[in-house]
């Protein structure tokens, strides 16, 4: 299969938008579109012309820009069915199980709700990529708005399941945040040290920290690792069902 390229740029405080591009038909996505400004210079800036937007939830920060570009482009808005009513601008409702073409790739759609309780991910198996939009993040989660811990925990457990080499783009630069979350709940885990280390460097040299890849999730995010004995033992939960532990963090860090 042909290549796709990928774009991330970013845009309002710390959001990332992220174009998609198949140079084989000139289709071109927005993942999200936080604002409409800087989807259209990242446009213009690799040349691209917008064909879709998939939306991966309806918060304002991820949905902003719709009504504009696609009155500029007449792209196809896609989006999950479950949050129709809310996401203005939306032609066709996706949800679990569903592909669809974009370009010469197929896109899987995962529903990941928690953040809020139609939110969804798009995978692309051949690009070895997902689009979480704020279901996990670098080293963290999104809050869990309008779900249960049990209904989030079941969403960040569809993603662990990936490929372990996926790359995984978030809507959000909060790495360096999340990292010292991560460093507090399990301090002998070494990979988060030389990660945390790593992504202070990269912040510093006004670089993201995004995409991540799942297998490096795998070892340094706290949300992920609910089977850590560490972890376990630091919030007295030797024996709880990994949901708990994960109910448990998000509790913290909804706190720190
Ligand atoms: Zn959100
Ligand atoms: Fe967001």
Redesign the pocket.
Known sequence: MANLEFHQFPCLDDNYGVLVHDPATGTTASIDAPEADAVREALAAKGWRLTHILVT?H?H??TAGIAELKAETRCTVLGPAKEAERIVGLDRGVGEGESFALGSAQVHVIETPG??AGHVAYWIPGQATVFV??TLFAMGC?RVFEGTYEIMWSSLSKLKRLPAATRIYC?HEYTAQNGRFCRDIEPGNAAIEARVAEVAALRAAGRPTLPTRLDRELETNVFLRTRSPEIRARLGLGTAEDWQVFAALRERKNKA
């Open positions: 939830h918060h920060d991820h953040h809020t939009g704020d999104g809507g």
